[in-house]
């Protein structure tokens, strides 16, 4: 299983998080973040903030 988010810092920095259940064994991001994990957990910076998202009511 896995799991991520965008999280903006205090400092108004935006990271993607990533984490995975035991038998995940890597992880690799691709589109607006890329970048690559060989174990659970993944942490990349996002240069610019993510576009918003409207969902239906």
């Known amino acids: 299983m896995l799991a991520?988010?965008?999280w903006k810092a205090r400092s108004g920095h935006w990271y993607l998080l990533a984490a995975g259940s035991r038998q995940v064994t890597g992880i690799v991001a691709t589109g607006g973040v890329?970048?690559?994990?060989?174990g659970r957990g993944l942490t990349?910076?996002?240069r610019r903030a993510p576009a918003p998202t409207s969902r239906p009511a």
């Open 44 to 46: 990349l910076p996002r």
């Open 34 to 38: 890329r970048g690559r994990s060989y």
């Open 4 to 6: 991520g988010v965008l």
